[in-house]
């Protein structure tokens, strides 16, 4: 019996990095990554080019500073880097028989795919910065979690009960929003990918960061704080925001924003639960400042202050 754990110790270190025929192999921030021969050898340029952004993904995915445990499973996940497989930009493959019936490698079994290099690179710019971290969350769901986990299930039928996701605001890119419904409406799987790119940062439909998710969807901020778990690390909140107050909240018309001493934000934004901006202010005196949302109908809104830092206001 030692002599064949000995054996698979040897082989198995040489099975997991073995080349794929077709791709070259390369460690990127202790990420298996393979990448397309043919796209490097035709596209030279634009291959290298999200080569480049993959690695500054997978970078930031590092410093989120999630727990050791969690990151040592996401570095399990394969990723493949092709030309055009799709005209898609990223997949997460989580069934090994549609890759068979979809004449896919079946390498790529339970992997990410990177399945259109143009796409990966003009979408992550234009409004899905975080979609490599979308099929982690695919992946994490399925590898460790399992596609039956009944707190996911139960947060994404309490969404679909309570419409949160039936209209919400879309950020089209280059400064275009409308309103359509949501992708984290699909299913599970895609409800728990959405509000994941929202809390660890930024999703392309409302609710778009994590205070938001915070205010808008309770239920799915307490699942995904659950689930990514963070290092025990000491962070400092910059000040400014830390000891910024409001007063009265909630409010019958007027709420009074407190500053941190001379510290100004640029810009005031209330915006609607759904991600519609209400108000707009540029803030250029000193003191205190007073808000009239008197013209408001009764519910909660969202004070955001230069589009970083928000806080909930509940108008009477």
């Keep these: 019996m030692k002599k064949i754990l000995f054996f698979l110790q040897l082989i198995i270190p040489s099975l997991i990095f073995a080349q794929i025929n077709g791709y070259e192999y390369r460690s990127i921030e202790g990420f298996e990554v393979y990448i397309e021969q043919d796209a490097l050898n035709n596209h030279p340029q634009k291959t290298n080019e999200a080569i480049v952004l993959l690695t500054s993904k997978l970078t930031e995915i590092i410093n989120l500073e999630l727990k050791k445990d969690i990151v040592d499973e996401l570095k399990l996940v394969k990723i493949f880097v092709d030309w055009n497989t799709t005209n898609g930009a990223s997949a997460y493959h989580p069934y090994l028989q549609w890759l068979i019936d979809n004449g896919y490698n079946i390498e790529k079994w339970k992997s990410i795919e990177i399945s259109n290099i143009n796409n990966f690179i003009n979408w992550s710019a234009l409004n899905q910065p975080f979609m490599v971290m979308h099929e982690f969350a695919h ?11 009944a707190p996911i299930i139960q947060a994404f039928q309490s969404a679909k009960q309570n419409g949160l996701y039936n209209s919400v605001l879309y950020n089209a890119g280059n400064g275009v929003y409308y309103y359509r419904e949501a992708y984290a409406a699909t299913n599970e799987k895609e409800y728990f990918a959405e509000i994941t790119e929202a809390f660890l940062g930024e999703n392309d439909f409302f609710p ?7 205010v808008y969807d309770p239920t799915g901020y307490d699942l995904t704080l659950n689930i990514w778990q963070f290092e025990d690390v000491v962070g400092v909140e910059n000040n400014n925001y830390s000891n910024t107050t409001l007063y009265p909240n909630p409010t019958n018309g007027n709420i009074t924003i407190k500053w941190n001493e001379a510290w100004r934000p640029q810009l ?4 609607s639960v759904a991600g519609k901006t ?8 000193l003191g205190d400042t007073t808000l009239n949302i008197s013209n408001l109908a009764s519910g909660i809104y969202i004070l955001v202050l230069d589009n970083t830092k928000t806080y909930k206001i509940i108008k009477k």
Excluded: C, P, Q
């Excluded at 992946?139 to 986990?149: I, K, M």
């Excluded at 005031?268 to 915006?271: A, C, E, P, R, S």
């Design 208 to 214: 778009f960061i994590r205070d938001e998710l915070d």
């Design 268 to 271: 005031i934004k209330i915006v």
């Design 278 to 285: 209400l108000m707009e202010y540029d803030i250029n005196t």
């Design 139 to 149: 992946a994490y769901h399925d590898r460790v979690l399992g596609f039956s986990y």
